[in-house]
């Protein structure tokens, strides 16, 4: 009896948590709109099996309880019932799988004329890059990357001369135009989810993968990793700026070519310990960029993963076992070369260990200490964010 | 029915003679050649492991429901727990303690043999397995710690730096997983030839209760599946090792351009879900073949359309190879393999569904008794119905796209893999116990656990179903900083945290009462639940060395002779000879037997 | 007759009637598990065979030549095949002493496949062909590494033969019948490697995969 009671009080507890939770999918930004249509029939007709079916036990534990005298039935089969309960669970499955391939079929059909945006996955931090004028995505491998190139791309490529390159975090794309993401990874599989689009791939190093959609409402949207690929995975974060056709060009039209980044990245000169300073942070901020440190480590102040490099060269640091350490070159170089031997209080210690030439690291040592000597000491600890 | 007269049975192949009683401690305890002493140790040791798995999650779910708080708990050991959690629950204690656990102990006992075909075998099979595990927590003590790959071990990342443990962890991981498939190996020619081979008398195919056949058609895949876990972990430990490239493409690692090239990811991808579609099947068949059994003994009923149920469970064996690829819908393979992997994924619910409307069919008019072991099977009905709906969602592969990678995913596979099989873990031991110690569990400390165990696992993941249509992304440390996320999402967190908590604790209740009744228990008789299969008729509970005494059994109709109109009592034994003159219905077929008196 | 007989008897009479020897049970139950075994090594080797396939159909596989110790090795599996095919029969026969010489043969062969395989390796390795550095190379040793280990616990198996038919080779004449067996499977699936190996080329492979 506790036992029926118990299945009808979780079958109306899961309908009103259903009805009344505030959890459901975000608001809608692509015209994927049929991924959702076809969420809430699968919704309906399992919601129906799963209550219908619940309650029938629940009437059945009620009705066929143990009673002193009774003896069960003996019904070893029925064919005809279970032809008909074969013939309709078919035909509910088929309810469920025609819709949801024919929504495939749209999904794997993609647009001509696509906007082609090529996401770059690497641990931990995303990159974008447009086709130039010429529409053509350069060539891309391996064994072109560098701190200098971190997309990759093949110099001797012209078609990869004249595409737009976006180091940082934030892409934006034009209201109502089909996009074709083409996603690359410089290491492991990730995932670029942008909840909102519903559209979205792994992406796998060593090959192109590929998915579309449309942006349809205007906004900045978070995309996220969905891939484990490492323990900055939950870190991996970028943004989708989805605006009107004219603020899109004015963004689009300030953006580096790869060529200009050739151009600008500076030779690494042969006599660089000898001073050089400004080459050096320049190629310092590089490598911030190339061995992915931007991922954890902001330089306007606000703490992520890992503490600010806004202010930090000469602040006093507190560590996690009660001590502190003024963060000097000595201090930034050690770190950097060993990051678990020190544990920073209020961050996690999950620093990885990025291989750097004893050049490359004066350079980022160099770069970090450009970034301001530390404020007043009225500034508040910095802590992690909750 | 002429009846053989039953002392024509000194059979040549009855082997009593040949294998005498062990005499000395090890050799009856230890180093042990007997099915149910083997059972015990392996489930002994599963459920030892299992405690472990139950811990990590725990610490997984301070975490997540109290973020930064513990600070021991870092992002790096945070992956190190979700990935042995996962590989310990599904390889090392769901797979063990059915195919090595039950299977063990039942097969002969059901099919009325006095051992395995192959006892020494099933022996090493055993001390394999316990290598195999202590393998595994050597991967907790060596520099980096167990890997934190996920227990999907994808490559690239599983065998870089960026993961923790993947320097030795994942070495012994892989190196834990060839082990623990030599010991299934072993294991699995054991319950496979026993099955075909040592069935006594008057044991058909068709006579065999539908238990046998769960565990009998999971062992077939697990023979057929582990080999393809086997290849990929062996090229994964080479590419590690080695540093060939079977998996791992031209890369850049940590800002360093590596020596690899020309590996394929994806190739791994295949190869895992190839043996990792079917693993859940090794898992769910011998929980849906027990559950057939425990529902028709405590509700005193035969089992509804016995026949559909066998090939049901032979289906779903079949089908559940050409499915994998309904975990790489979004793996960026080749698009157009969506269309077939949706297809036969759902295609595969179809018997799915028969099993769960026979085992309603079967308590429609039945005489339903509310002990321990049907509140469980029942519990089993409610979690598996809301599993299974679930993986209608994630199979139908544009539904899937969004939800892939969240919370979705991971409380399906918790409910029809996790909560599901584990009750029927539970129940089975409640229902057997009797027979395996010659005692009963305490009742109401079985209710008790019961309750905490039911409620707190529908608790727990019912509303993480929802946390994964938001979009929440699973294998995340911490989500700080995502707007999409409501403050509302970490609040239930917190909540499931605690009930992940209360149900962690609350199976000390359960393991506290196995210590407690095998040691004190109310001692039972030979047949409490008062059940018609084979495995209740031995003459000696619990069943002594050679399982039957001097007579192996004669088996005269199938194992569900409940309910039989006419007859004295609810319930006829297997073995029990039939009442002259008495027309026994019995479903066509299950009376042919080959070689025996028409 | 049969009604006092339980199924294995029954079985081993058909086995019987068919030609065969009434076996006892425990003869009957390892050879099933025998044939659940080929099974399982069949299907493991068959996956084995498609990632092969897969691989060597990127870009950046080469062929590799084969060592003609190959040869050599693929003559001395055969030989052993037969040695244990011929030592079966002869232990069913009147002949003990040519049983025990036939089952020790074939063990040798076996042996001797090892040893040459294992020369193979050194051959290519003095050609410069590490298990690392291209797909041809890593298959080439992890494919004889497999075969041979399965064969290797073949041996195992047939040294426990021969300690138990030693004294009788009739009354054992079936462990030599099911030595035979895995001698033959063994053989075939070395048959099948060495041709995956020497003649599914990246371009064949790329053909099958339907990327050429």
Same mark, same amino acid.
């Given at each position: 009896?506790?036992?029926?009671?118990?299945?009808?009080?979780?079958?109306?507890?899961?309908?009103?948590?259903?009805?009344?939770?505030?959890?459901?999918?975000?608001?809608?930004?692509?015209?994927?709109?049929?991924?959702?249509?076809?969420?809430?029939?699968?919704?309906?007709?399992?919601?129906?099996?799963?209550?219908?079916?619940?309650?029938?036990?629940?009437?059945?534990?009620?009705?066929?309880?143990?009673?002193?005298?009774?003896?069960?039935?003996?019904?070893?089969?029925?064919?005809?019932?279970?032809?008909?309960?074969?013939?309709?669970?078919?035909?509910?499955?088929?309810?469920?799988?025609?819709?949801?391939?024919?929504?495939?079929?749209?999904?794997?059909?993609?647009?001509?004329?696509?906007?082609?945006?090529?996401?770059?996955?690497?641990?931990?931090?995303?990159?974008?890059?447009?086709?130039?004028?010429?529409?053509?995505?350069?060539?891309?491998?391996?064994?072109?990357?560098?701190?200098?190139?971190?997309?990759?791309?093949?110099?001797?490529?012209?078609?990869?001369?004249?595409?737009?390159?976006?180091?940082?975090?934030?892409?934006?794309?034009?209201?109502?135009?089909?996009?074709?993401?083409?996603?690359?990874?410089?290491?492991?599989?990730?995932?670029?989810?942008?909840?909102?689009?519903?559209?979205?791939?792994?992406?796998?190093?060593?090959?192109?993968?590929?998915?579309?959609?449309?942006?349809?409402?205007?906004?900045?949207?978070?995309?996220?990793?969905?891939?484990?690929?490492?323990?900055?995975?939950?870190?991996?974060?970028?943004?989708?700026?989805?605006?009107?056709?004219?603020?899109?060009?004015?963004?689009?039209?300030?953006?580096?070519?790869?060529?200009?980044?050739?151009?600008?990245?500076?030779?690494?000169?042969?006599?660089?310990?000898?001073?050089?300073?400004?080459?050096?942070?320049?190629?310092?901020?590089?490598?911030?960029?190339?061995?992915?440190?931007?991922?954890?480590?902001?330089?306007?102040?606000?703490?992520?993963?890992?503490?600010?490099?806004?202010?930090?060269?000469?602040?006093?640091?507190?560590?996690?076992?009660?001590?502190?350490?003024?963060?000097?070159?000595?201090?930034?170089?050690?770190?950097?070369?060993?990051?678990?031997?020190?544990?920073?209080?209020?961050?996690?210690?999950?620093?990885?260990?990025?291989?750097?030439?004893?050049?490359?690291?004066?350079?980022?040592?160099?770069?970090?200490?450009?970034?301001?000597?530390?404020?007043?000491?009225?500034?508040?600890?910095?802590?992690?964010?909750? | 029915?002429?009846?053989?007269?039953?002392?024509?049975?000194?059979?040549?192949?009855?082997?009593?003679?040949?294998?005498?009683?062990?005499?000395?401690?090890?050799?009856?305890?230890?180093?042990?050649?007997?099915?149910?002493?083997?059972?015990?140790?392996?489930?002994?040791?599963?459920?030892?492991?299992?405690?472990?798995?139950?811990?990590?999650?725990?610490?997984?779910?301070?975490?997540?429901?109290?973020?930064?708080?513990?600070?021991?708990?870092?992002?790096?050991?945070?992956?190190?727990?979700?990935?042995?959690?996962?590989?310990?629950?599904?390889?090392?204690?769901?797979?063990?303690?059915?195919?090595?656990?039950?299977?063990?102990?039942?097969?002969?006992?059901?099919?009325?043999?006095?051992?395995?075909?192959?006892?020494?075998?099933?022996?090493?099979?055993?001390?394999?397995?316990?290598?195999?595990?202590?393998?595994?927590?050597?991967?907790?003590?060596?520099?980096?710690?167990?890997?934190?790959?996920?227990?999907?071990?994808?490559?690239?990342?599983?065998?870089?730096?960026?993961?923790?443990?993947?320097?030795?962890?994942?070495?012994?991981?892989?190196?834990?997983?060839?082990?623990?498939?030599?010991?299934?190996?072993?294991?699995?020619?054991?319950?496979?030839?026993?099955?075909?081979?040592?069935?006594?008398?008057?044991?058909?195919?068709?006579?065999?209760?539908?238990?046998?056949?769960?565990?009998?058609?999971?062992?077939?895949?697990?023979?057929?599946?582990?080999? /393809?876990?086997?290849?990929?972990?062996?090229?994964?430990?080479?590419?590690?090792?080695?540093?060939?490239?079977?998996?791992?493409?031209?890369?850049?690692?940590?800002?360093?351009?590596?020596?690899? *090239?020309?590996?394929?990811?994806?190739?791994?991808?295949?190869?895992?879900?190839?043996?990792?579609?079917?693993?859940?099947?090794?898992?769910?068949?011998?929980?849906?073949?027990?559950?057939?059994?425990?529902?028709?003994?405590?509700?005193?009923?035969?089992?509804?359309?016995?026949?559909?149920?066998?090939?049901?469970?032979?289906?779903?064996?079949?089908?559940?190879?050409?499915?994998?690829?309904?975990?790489?819908?979004?793996?960026?393979?080749?698009?157009?393999?969506?269309?077939?992997?949706?297809?036969?994924?759902?295609?595969?619910?179809?018997?799915?569904?028969? *099993?769960?409307?026979?085992?309603?069919?079967?308590?429609?008019?039945?005489?339903?008794?509310?002990?321990?072991?049907?509140?469980?099977?029942?519990?089993?009905?409610?979690?598996?119905?809301?599993?299974?709906?679930?993986?209608?969602?994630?199979?139908?592969?544009?539904?899937?796209?969004?939800?892939?990678?969240?919370?979705?995913?991971?409380?399906?596979?918790?409910?029809?893999?996790?909560?599901?099989?584990?009750?029927?873990?539970?129940?089975?031991?409640?229902?057997?116990?009797?027979?395996?110690?010659?005692?009963?569990?305490?009742?109401?400390?079985?209710?008790?656990?019961?309750?905490?165990?039911?409620?707190?696992?529908?608790?727990?993941?019912?509303?993480?179903?929802?946390?994964?249509?938001?979009?929440?992304?699973?294998?995340?440390?911490?989500?700080?900083?995502?707007?999409?996320?409501?403050?509302?999402?970490?609040?239930?967190?917190?909540?499931?945290?605690?009930?992940?908590?209360?149900?962690?604790?609350?199976?000390?209740?359960?393991?506290?009462?196995?210590?407690?009744?095998?040691?004190?228990?109310?001692?039972?008789?030979?047949?409490?639940?008062?059940?018609?299969?084979?495995?209740?008729?031995?003459?000696?509970?619990?069943?002594?060395?050679?399982?039957?005494?001097?007579?192996?059994?004669?088996?005269?109709?199938?194992?569900?002779?409940?309910?039989?109109?006419?007859?004295?009592?609810?319930?006829?034994?297997?073995? /029990?000879?039939?009442?002259?003159?008495?027309?026994?219905?019995?479903?066509?077929?299950?009376?042919?037997?080959?070689?025996?008196?028409? | 007759?049969?009604?006092?007989?339980?199924?294995?008897?029954?079985?081993?009479?058909?086995?019987?009637?068919?030609?065969?020897?009434?076996?006892?049970?425990?003869?009957?139950?390892?050879?099933?598990?025998?044939?659940?075994?080929?099974?399982?090594?069949?299907?493991?080797?068959?996956?084995?065979?498609?990632?092969?396939?897969?691989?060597?159909?990127?870009?950046?596989?080469?062929?590799?030549?084969?060592?003609?110790?190959?040869?050599?090795?693929?003559?001395?599996?055969?030989?052993?095949?037969?040695?244990?095919?011929?030592?079966?029969?002869?232990?069913?026969?009147?002949?003990?002493?040519?049983?025990?010489?036939?089952?020790?043969?074939?063990?040798?062969?076996?042996?001797?496949?090892?040893?040459?395989?294992?020369?193979?390796?050194?051959?290519?390795?003095?050609?410069?062909?590490?298990?690392?550095?291209?797909?041809?190379?890593?298959?080439?040793?992890?494919?004889?590494?497999?075969?041979?280990?399965?064969?290797?616990?073949?041996?195992?198996?047939?040294?426990?033969?021969?300690?138990?038919?030693?004294?009788?080779?009739?009354?054992?004449?079936?462990?030599?019948?099911?030595?035979?067996?895995?001698?033959?499977?063994?053989?075939?699936?070395?048959?099948?490697?060495?041709?995956?190996?020497?003649?599914?080329?990246?371009?064949?492979?790329?053909?099958?995969?339907?990327?050429?």
């Amino acid at each position: 009896m506790t036992m029926a009671v118990a299945l009808l009080l979780i079958v109306a507890g899961s309908v009103l948590f259903h009805v009344f939770n505030p959890w459901w999918t975000t608001p809608l930004a692509s015209n994927w709109k049929l991924m959702d249509d076809t969420l809430g029939i699968t919704l309906a007709i399992t919601g129906l099996f799963f209550i219908v079916i619940n309650v029938f036990i629940a009437y059945m534990l009620v009705r066929f309880r143990h009673r002193a005298g009774r003896r069960a039935a003996h019904e070893p089969e029925n064919r005809k019932l279970e032809r008909w309960l074969i013939g309709g669970t078919t035909v509910a499955i088929m309810a469920l799988l025609a819709p949801g391939l024919l929504v495939y079929a749209n999904y794997v059909r993609e647009p001509r004329d696509a906007l082609v945006l090529e996401v770059l996955a690497q641990q931990w931090q995303w990159r974008f890059r447009f086709p130039g004028e010429d529409g053509k995505l350069g060539a891309t491998d391996a064994r072109f990357f560098s701190a200098t190139n971190p997309f990759g791309i093949d110099p001797a490529d012209r078609a990869g001369q004249d595409d737009l390159l976006i180091a940082g975090d934030e892409v934006h794309l034009p209201l109502g135009k089909p996009v074709l993401v083409l996603m690359r990874s410089n290491d492991v599989l990730h995932d670029f989810f942008v909840p909102n689009f519903r559209a979205r791939m792994n992406t796998v190093p060593g090959q192109v993968s590929r998915f579309w959609f449309t942006p349809t409402v205007a906004g900045r949207y978070e995309a996220l990793c969905a891939q484990l690929c490492g323990v900055g995975h939950p870190n991996m974060r970028g943004y989708v700026v989805v605006e009107d056709p004219a603020a899109y060009q004015a963004w689009h039209a300030a953006l580096p070519s790869f060529a200009k980044s050739q151009a600008k990245a500076p030779e690494p000169p042969a006599g660089a310990a000898a001073g050089g300073g400004g080459a050096r942070v320049d190629q310092g901020r590089a490598l911030a960029d190339s061995k992915g440190c931007v991922a954890c480590h902001t330089i306007d102040g606000s703490p992520r993963v890992g503490p600010t490099w806004k202010g930090l060269y000469g602040k006093t640091e507190n560590m996690a076992d009660g001590s502190t350490a003024l963060v000097d070159e000595a201090y930034l170089r050690s770190f950097i070369r060993d990051p678990q031997a020190r544990h920073v209080k209020g961050f996690p210690p999950v620093m990885p260990k990025i291989e750097l030439s004893d050049e490359e690291l004066a350079a980022l040592v160099a770069y970090i200490q450009s970034l301001g000597s530390p404020p007043a000491q009225a500034a508040a600890e910095q802590k992690a964010p909750r | 029915m002429n009846t053989p007269a039953p002392t024509g049975h000194a059979v040549p192949h009855d082997d009593d003679a040949g294998h005498p009683a062990p005499q000395s401690f090890l050799s009856r305890y230890v180093w042990s050649q007997d099915h149910k002493v083997i059972a015990v140790q392996y489930a002994c040791t599963a459920i030892a492991v299992g405690v472990v798995g139950v811990v990590l999650s725990n610490l997984m779910r301070l975490q997540l429901g109290f973020p930064g708080q513990f600070e021991f708990i870092n992002a790096e050991r945070y992956y190190q727990f979700v990935t042995m959690h996962g590989m310990i629950m599904v390889i090392y204690l769901l797979t063990a303690l059915f195919l090595g656990g039950f299977g063990n102990y039942l097969i002969p006992l059901m099919v009325g043999a006095r051992d395995m075909v192959f006892p020494y075998l099933n022996m090493l099979s055993f001390w394999v397995y316990l290598l195999s595990v202590v393998v595994l927590m050597a991967s907790f003590f060596v520099a980096g710690g167990p890997t934190g790959a996920g227990w999907t071990l994808y490559p690239p990342q599983s065998i870089l730096p960026g993961t923790p443990g993947h320097a030795g962890g994942i070495v012994l991981m892989l190196v834990s997983l060839v082990i623990f498939i030599v010991a299934t190996t072993m294991g699995g020619l054991n319950y496979v030839t026993t099955v075909l081979q040592a069935r006594c008398e008057g044991m058909t195919l068709l006579r065999m209760p539908l238990t046998v056949w769960g565990i009998f058609v999971a062992t077939i895949l697990a023979l057929l599946g582990f080999p /393809a876990l086997f290849v990929s972990g062996v090229m994964l430990l080479l590419d590690r090792t080695l540093g060939t490239s079977f998996f791992m493409p031209a890369l850049v690692s940590m800002g360093q351009v590596t020596g690899y *090239k020309g590996g394929s990811p994806l190739l791994f991808q295949h190869l895992f879900w190839f043996f990792g579609h079917p693993e859940v099947y090794i898992v769910a068949l011998p929980a849906f073949g027990i559950v057939s059994d425990l529902i028709s003994v405590h509700a005193r009923k035969c089992i509804f359309g016995y026949r559909m149920m066998v090939w049901a469970i032979v289906a779903i064996g079949g089908l559940s190879v050409v499915v994998w690829a309904h975990h790489m819908f979004v793996s960026g393979m080749n698009p157009y393999f969506g269309f077939f992997f949706a297809t036969t994924t759902l295609i595969i619910a179809v018997p799915t569904a028969i *099993k769960v409307y026979n085992w309603l069919l079967t308590l429609w008019h039945g005489d339903i008794h509310l002990t321990v072991p049907m509140l469980f099977a029942l519990a089993f009905l409610c979690t598996f119905l809301i599993g299974g709906l679930t993986g209608l969602f994630l199979g139908n592969v544009s539904v899937d796209i969004p939800l892939s990678g969240t919370y979705f995913v991971v409380a399906h596979f918790h409910m029809v893999m996790g909560v599901a099989p584990l009750l029927v873990v539970f129940g089975g031991i409640y229902h057997w116990f009797p027979k395996v110690t010659g005692r009963m569990l305490d009742d109401r400390l079985g209710r008790l656990h019961f309750w905490i165990t039911f409620l707190g696992t529908y608790a727990i993941y019912f509303p993480m179903h929802y946390l994964g249509v938001l979009g929440m992304p699973r294998r995340y440390y911490n989500f700080d900083g995502y707007k999409f996320i409501p403050p509302s999402a970490f609040t239930m967190n917190e909540f499931i945290t605690v009930v992940a908590l209360i149900v962690g604790v609350g199976q000390l209740l359960f393991i506290f009462n196995l210590a407690w009744s095998a040691w004190r228990g109310r001692p039972a008789d030979a047949n409490p639940w008062r059940a018609a299969s084979l495995e209740w008729q031995t003459p000696a509970t619990p069943p002594g060395h050679g399982n039957w005494g001097p007579q192996l059994p004669v088996v005269y109709r199938w194992a569900y002779a409940y309910g039989e109109p006419g007859a004295a009592e609810d319930f006829i034994p297997q073995n /029990a000879p039939p009442e002259p003159g008495a027309g026994e219905p019995e479903p066509e077929g299950q009376s042919e037997v080959r070689g025996a008196p028409a | 007759m049969s009604t006092a007989l339980g199924r294995s008897q029954a079985g081993a009479l058909r086995g019987a009637a068919r030609g065969g020897r009434p076996r006892d049970a425990h003869a009957s139950a390892a050879s099933i598990g025998l044939w659940v075994f080929m099974g399982v090594a069949t299907a493991l080797f068959s996956l084995f065979i498609v990632a092969y396939v897969m691989r060597m159909s990127g870009d950046d596989a080469i062929t590799i030549a084969l060592p003609w110790q190959l040869w050599l090795s693929s003559a001395l599996l055969v030989a052993g095949s037969v040695a244990l095919q011929w030592a079966g029969n002869a232990s069913r026969g009147l002949d003990p002493m040519r049983a025990r010489r036939l089952l020790l043969v074939g063990g040798l062969c076996a042996v001797g496949f090892l040893g040459v395989q294992l020369w193979a390796w050194q051959a290519l390795l003095g050609a410069q062909v590490m298990p690392a550095g291209n797909p041809a190379g890593s298959f080439f040793y992890l494919l004889t590494a497999m075969h041979g280990l399965h064969l290797a616990g073949g041996l195992a198996g047939w040294a426990w033969t021969a300690r138990a038919a030693w004294p009788d080779p009739a009354r054992a004449a079936w462990r030599i019948a099911l030595c035979a067996r895995y001698w033959h499977f063994m053989l075939a699936v070395w048959l099948v490697l060495f041709g995956l190996l020497g003649w599914v080329t990246p371009e064949v492979a790329r053909f099958i995969c339907g990327t050429s």
